[in-house]
């Protein structure tokens, strides 16, 4: 069993920045994928980056250049470093742990535990 929980969201203007922090509990968090989801009112939740245990990252395109993701085993959480934020990465974003592939890292179903979300808002 893991547990998530997000720390780190708020309100900044366009073009700043923002790292949202995931803190997990359990032993086991070192050999899970982590990543993070996001979900804008009235939005389906959709993908925005995943690290797995072994390194390699994968972004979605709307943020591929401007968010970096990256963990700490030893203090078992994971970040999201957020630059250049725009009005339309304003949404609530989930931490979440679990097994996807390459091919089946956009799906929130290969994920197995989720946080409680923290809000990011983006003013223009």
């Known amino acids: 069993q893991v547990q998530l929980v997000e720390s780190g969201g708020g309100l900044v203007q366009a073009g700043g920045s923002l790292r949202l922090s995931c803190a997990a509990s359990g032993r086991t968090f070192s050999i899970y994928a982590m990543g993070w989801f996001r979900q804008a009112p009235g939005q389906e939740r959709e993908f925005v980056a995943v690290q797995w245990s072994g390194g390699r990252t994968a972004y979605a395109d709307s943020v591929a250049g401007r968010f970096t993701i990256s963990r700490d085993n030893a203090k078992n959480t994971v970040y999201l470093q957020m630059n250049s934020l725009k009005p339309e990465d304003t949404a609530v974003y989930y931490c979440?742990?679990?097994?996807?592939?390459?091919?089946?890292?956009?799906?929130?179903?290969?994920?197995?535990?989720w946080g409680q979300g923290t809000q990011v808002t983006i003013s223009s």
């Open positions: 979440a742990a679990g097994a996807p592939t390459y091919g089946t890292r956009l799906r929130s179903t290969e994920y197995h535990y």
